[in-house]
């Protein structure tokens, strides 16, 4: 039996850098919720200290309800997901 290495057609794709942290999907999903929830607190801040409308308040508010239900959602099927693969048998 003889055994020769694969060469590729193309350079292997290289791994994040040392200054550049791997983000996956899910994490930009819950950074971006993130800087929702923050946009609706300076929106409620803002009418506290009567600088902002009481529309805009309740806008930014109902959109950081929605990421975080979108957020809680995406996290729920992703532990249904795992839990579904860590039951199968190999």
Not at 21 to 30: K, T
Not at 52 to 78: C, F, H, K, P
């Amino acid at each position: 039996m003889r055994v020769e290495p694969l060469v590729p057609d193309v350079a292997a794709p290289r791994g994040p850098r040392a200054d550049e942290p791997e983000v996956s999907a899910f994490g930009r999903l819950v950074d971006a919720a993130g800087a929702i929830l923050a946009d609706a607190d300076r929106a409620e801040a803002a009418f506290a200290a009567h600088r902002g409308g009481l529309q805009e308040m309740v806008v930014e508010r109902a959109r950081a309800d929605l990421a975080l239900q979108v957020a809680a959602s995406a996290a729920q099927r992703t532990a249904q997901a795992i839990s579904s693969v860590l039951g199968m048998q190999v």
